[in-house]
């Protein structure tokens, strides 16, 4: 019985996670920035029934070649709960509804770090709320690879 009810309980967390969690609409994957260069970063999260309260987001960029043992250009297997490289922003998510659209957004105007290295580097978003009823304390850490030129 126990053991149901944990599956249970992990179900619907999951639930919760896919019906709570934001998503990056902007900028693409696989955009060319140069450091200096500002982007805009839109969070996007579903205008969702079950009662949460949003607390903050932080948005990283992570050089990947530095990650690499062997220093190769990818970003494969990088580890984002070790660390999110250098934070463009870390604060307060407030999203509102889309103009004509039915999600909650939030845009934020960020910028690469001048003297920040070439090459494929991962843009984090770590997301923090409080799901439901219980307050389930929902930690949520999304990328996307993203090109930095010299
Ligand atoms: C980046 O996100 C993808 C899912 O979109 C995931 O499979 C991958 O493990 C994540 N990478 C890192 C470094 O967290
Ligand atoms: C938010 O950013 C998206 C993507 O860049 C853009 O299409 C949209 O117009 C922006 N919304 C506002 C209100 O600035």
Redesign the pocket.
């Known amino acids: 019985m126990k053991f149901f009810a944990a599956l249970s309980v992990v179900a619907s967390i999951a639930s919760l996670a896919a019906a709570q969690g934001v998503a990056i609409l902007?900028p693409p994957a696989q955009s060319t920035f140069a450091p200096g260069d500002k982007f805009?970063v839109?969070i996007d999260r579903h205008d969702s029934l079950t009662p949460s309260k949003e607390l903050s987001v932080a948005i990283g960029l992570l050089n990947c070649a530095q990650q690499q043992p062997d220093s190769s250009a990818t970003c494969d297997g990088i580890d984002l709960t070790q660390g999110l490289g250098s934070v463009l922003y870390a604060g307060p998510y407030t999203p509102q509804v889309r103009p004509g659209g039915d999600d909650l957004f939030q845009?934020f105007t960020v910028q690469v770090p001048e003297g920040f290295p070439a090459g494929p580097a991962l843009l984090s978003v770590t997301h923090f709320a409080l799901v439901g009823a219980v307050s389930w304390p929902m930690l949520q850490i999304l990328n996307e690879t993203v090109n930095i030129s010299q």
Do not use: L, Y
Request: hydrophobic share 25%; aromatic share 0%; glycine share 0%.
């Open positions: 902007s805009v839109d845009n």
